[in-house]
């Protein structure tokens, strides 16, 4: 039997994250699916995977919800569940960060989020010499593979980046920030707190290093290296989805 995997994540607000966990469980548990989906008032971040009419069905549904029409997913197949059961799990965060201000779906709202960037133009938005490209991921991942002249935090943990930024750059000095991380939610989440702080040219990898590789012929790549993923593959260097992105 084939198995479907979908990654996908949304900042959105959640009024009763109690309630999404309750109505996406009995969902799930309806259609035998696995994996782990993280709720909290911002958002919605996980992976799934389940047989192919199942899921389906499942991302049918779970666009039915206004507030999902638009989910985007991270889709592959595997020859067997990578999971071993269903978790859905209430968060304060979907993506731990503990900053005031770094909430995409209210930045979005108040109009100073950051600006997602296609693929297709990163290339040309990181060869600008007044932009400043930094890795939003840990110091293991970036030594797996990054984009050159980017610049590695050195951190062990994401929310150790907003220590890296206090001590090395500057509003003033530093107008053009590029940001990007595995499949996207980290430097969406750090965009939004670089903005919150007086940044004023903010930009992010639309769907990250993962959309990245995806969508940019190899010939035209700039990414060096593997790109760390969150599962028993641990790098990958093409098309991939990666497990619950922490």
Not at 13 to 22: F, Q, Y
Not at 116 to 121: C, F, H, I, M
Not at 219 to 234: K, T
Request: net charge neutral.
């Amino acid at each position: 039997m084939t198995v479907a995997i979908s990654a996908f994540y949304k900042f959105v607000v959640i009024d009763n994250p109690s309630v999404l966990r309750g109505s996406l469980l009995a969902m799930l548990q309806a259609h035998d699916m696995k994996g782990t989906i993280l709720v909290a008032p911002e958002g919605i971040n996980g992976t799934i995977s389940g047989a192919s009419s199942a899921m389906a069905a499942v991302l049918v549904m779970l666009r039915s919800d206004p507030r999902f029409t638009d989910l985007a997913t991270k889709d592959a197949t595997s020859p067997a569940h990578p999971f071993r059961r269903l978790k859905i799990k209430l968060k304060r965060e979907i993506i731990s960060f503990g900053q005031p201000g770094s909430d995409p779906a209210m930045a979005k709202a108040a109009g100073c989020a950051g600006i997602a960037v296609a693929p297709e133009d990163w290339n040309a938005l990181i060869r600008d010499p007044d932009v400043v490209v930094l890795d939003t991921r840990n110091t293991y991942e970036v030594a797996v593979g990054t984009f050159p002249g980017a610049i590695d935090p050195q951190t062990r943990r994401f929310g150790d980046l907003p220590d890296f930024v206090a001590a090395n750059l500057d509003t003033a000095h530093h107008r053009k920030v590029a940001m990007f991380c595995t499949g996207g939610i980290r430097c969406e989440k750090a965009a939004a707190f670089m903005k919150s702080i007086g940044f004023a040219e903010v930009y992010q990898l639309q769907g990250g290093i993962l959309n990245y590789l995806a969508r940019v012929r190899p010939e035209d790549s700039l990414w060096q290296g593997a790109c760390f993923v969150f599962d028993e593959r641990v790098a990958v260097d093409g098309d991939a989805v990666p497990f619950v992105e922490t």
